[in-house]
């Protein structure tokens, strides 16, 4: 098998004739005068579960960051369902399709659960601000119909038991999985996860694999994740693109990617694949 460019697309075959849900075109960022990633490009099926890994530190959180417009980049674009995000902000990004999790759990841990999921279910808010301040019917009708929705999600992840505990008395991994179910309240196109199953033990990090699988074949959606699991990539990632040093140095199957040299190389000597990220 010849070696794939890995600048040149990769989607699977069920979303070979279909528009990719997101572009990325020459992206690149500087910090004053360190490149920190340089020449990145990825297109992204509508319903592909692809993975970005590499070593710590090199690049894959400050590649999220661009994505969601947590920073702008010093040159490429980005494009969402054909959409140029150049003008986007992180807030403009999340409610045209795109949402996220985060290395370091973010949840409102003195909320509830299902007020968690509340939250992210903001973009589908029905009412204005009057009728929130005077109370009237519309408001009353959406609260029921969000929180209905809310249950419905958590339900997703069995969660749904637990819909009236604070959210930062939930063990570890239940955590992890509310950032995942309040990410998706946002109803997103692609969801990002950052890390999913750091922190977890084999049996979570098992259950998290299934429920991305489910989330994929329920929702239809798109799934970009950095993770170290290496179990994991390669159990659930239909492509794979590997960073080093802030530059794409292999993009394809979970086949190709274990059996390329560039790619074992760039692990060699690294002290852990476990570690926490070191991005910029």
């Known amino acids: 098998m ?6 040149a697309p990769f989607v699977p075959e069920r979303d070979a004739f279909k528009s990719p849900v997101m572009e990325c075109v020459n992206l690149g960022i500087d910090f004053g005068g360190l490149t920190a990633v340089d020449d990145f490009c990825i297109t992204i099926g509508p319903t592909e579960i692809c993975g970005l890994i590499g070593p710590n530190g090199a690049g894959k959180t400050t590649i999220f960051n661009l994505l969601t417009k947590v920073y702008q980049p010093t040159r490429g674009s980005v494009y969402l369902n054909g959409a140029d995000t150049k003008d986007m902000n992180s807030m403009k990004a999340n409610k045209a399709g795109m949402a996220r999790t985060f290395q370091n759990i973010r949840l409102f841990k003195n909320m509830t659960v299902l007020e968690n999921v509340l939250v992210g279910l903001h973009n589908e808010i029905g009412y204005g601000l009057g009728s929130a301040i005077l109370r009237l019917p519309a408001y009353w009708q959406a609260e029921k119909k ?30 992890r999985r509310l950032e995942i179910v309040r990410a998706l309240a946002t109803d997103p196109t692609l969801l990002l996860l950052d890390e999913p199953a750091a922190g977890m033990n084999p049996a979570e990090t098992d259950e998290l694999m299934e429920n ?7 929702f239809k959606i798109a799934i970009l994740l950095i993770e170290h699991d290496m179990k994991l990539v390669m159990g659930i990632c239909e492509g794979i693109a590997v960073l080093n040093y802030g530059k794409l140095i292999a993009k394809g199957t979970p086949t190709e990617i274990q059996n390329n040299p560039m790619v074992i190389e760039a692990y060699l000597g690294t002290s852990s694949e476990s570690g926490g990220e070191a991005d910029a």
Do not use: C, H, T
């Open 146 to 175: 969000a929180r209905v929705r809310a249950l419905e999600l958590l339900e997703i992840f069995d969660m749904q038991d637990a819909a009236e505990m604070k959210a930062g008395n939930l063990p570890y991994g239940s955590q």
């Open 212 to 218: 991305i699988k489910k989330l994929n074949d329920v």
């Open 2 to 7: 010849g070696k794939r460019d890995p600048r």
